[in-house]
């Protein structure tokens, strides 16, 4: 596992643009720019994780991307390091172009300034809206299943009578079923386990394939991957 900490992990303003480490965490980005007078990020205020795999697989709320607003990133590989645009990083719903051995060091965000007292209420609503439709207080990794083109995954999900199911230690959440919640002693196996029945029901009800938003280290292979592969079923 590779943890981008130091100078990797600073989250530094450079006029209206945010510039930040590959392992900086993309709330604090977001503290900061409001800090700061910088408006443009805060769809990224509920995304847990790190600026890098934020851009890595172009997160995003709010119907806005990471790639709304990246100026540049910094992605280095084995054989050294290079600075690109967004549009050389082929970015899609939830995705990106990186292959396995690219990681993103670094990356700057293009803002606009406001008042951070406005910028500090939008965020506040945001946080509003995300209490009362996602759970809080519980383990989870965010959303599980990126959304069919049309659709929703947590509709369907729900619609197939997963809210609230639980195999081992994993809960689809009662709140949205999106999401899986992890009780004290859940294994990876639980979720996979649970994810896999999710996407059994759904195509079971004429539904499409869902895919899957989480990655998952493999301990064997020492690859990143998408779990599940194009299974239906475990």
């Not at 996407?199 to 989480?214: K, M, N, S, T």
Request: with cysteine.
């Amino acid at each position: 596992m590779l943890r981008l900490t130091g100078r990797l992990g600073s989250i530094v303003v450079r006029d209206t643009q945010l510039w930040c480490g590959g392992g900086a965490s993309l709330p604090r980005a977001v503290q900061r720019a409001a800090k700061h007078g910088l408006a443009g990020l805060e769809f990224g205020a509920s995304i847990p994780g790190s600026v890098g795999g934020a851009v890595a697989m172009n997160a995003g709320a709010y119907q806005t991307e990471l790639k709304d607003v990246l100026r540049w990133a910094v992605i280095c590989t084995s054989d050294g390091r290079r600075r690109v645009g967004p549009e050389d990083l082929g970015f899609g719903y939830r995705r990106s172009g990186l292959r396995r051995n690219e990681v993103v060091a670094a990356a700057a965000f293009d803002l606009r300034r406001d008042h951070p007292e406005a910028i500090l209420g939008r965020l506040g609503e945001l946080r509003g809206q995300r209490r009362a439709t996602q759970p809080q207080g519980v383990r989870t990794f965010g959303s599980v299943f990126a959304n069919p083109t049309g659709d929703s995954s947590g509709r369907l999900l729900e619609s197939v009578g997963c809210k609230g199911l639980v195999i081992g230690g994993a809960r689809f959440s009662p709140v949205h079923a999106n999401f899986i919640e992890a009780s004290p002693g859940c294994r990876a196996a639980d979720v996979l386990a649970l994810m896999c029945e999710g996407r059994r029901r759904v195509v079971e009800a004429g539904g499409p394939i869902l895919e899957p938003e989480v990655r998952y280290l493999d301990p064997v292979a020492g690859i990143v991957r998408p779990p599940l592969g194009e299974a239906v079923g475990p």
